[in-house]
Nanobody
Framework: QVQLVESGGGLVQPGGSLRLSCAVSGSIFRLDDMGWYRQAPGNQRELVAS???????TYADFVKGRFTISRDNAKNTVWLQMNSLKPEDTAVYFC?????????WGQGTQVTVSS
């Protein structure tokens, strides 16, 4: 059973930082490509950043230069460091992986950017 558990969300002021974590179990993590998505109320879920099993990362234009995705295969964990947060970054953030054509999601963690 593949499980993804996110943590690290919360309330932060504009310009602040948060670090999200996603702990993965039940898979061969080092082989998994991982992604962080977000979904704001009334909006579709959108890809924020991804990191391949070999470490290559990609970012959505709206977070480039502000967010950093990283992973530690020894800890079965992927992180999303979020800096210079803006109110429009407010959303539920989800961790994702796809294994043999199946999508696996965590429960999500709320990030609220507000003064």
């Amino acid at each position: 059973q593949v499980q993804l558990v996110e943590s690290g969300g919360g309330l932060v002021q504009p310009g602040g930082s948060l670090r999200l974590s996603c702990a993965v179990s039940g898979s061969i993590f080092r082989l998994d490509d991982m992604g962080w998505y977000r979904q704001a109320p009334g909006n579709q879920r959108e890809l924020v950043a991804s990191i391949a099993s070999g470490g290559y990362s990609t970012y959505a234009d709206f977070v480039k230069g502000r967010f950093t995705i990283s992973r530690d295969n020894a800890k079965n964990t992927v992180w999303l460091q979020m800096n210079s947060l803006k109110p429009e970054d407010t959303a539920v953030y989800f961790c994702n992986t796809q294994i043999r054509g199946n999508d696996y999601w965590g429960q999500g963690t709320q990030v609220t950017v507000s003064s």
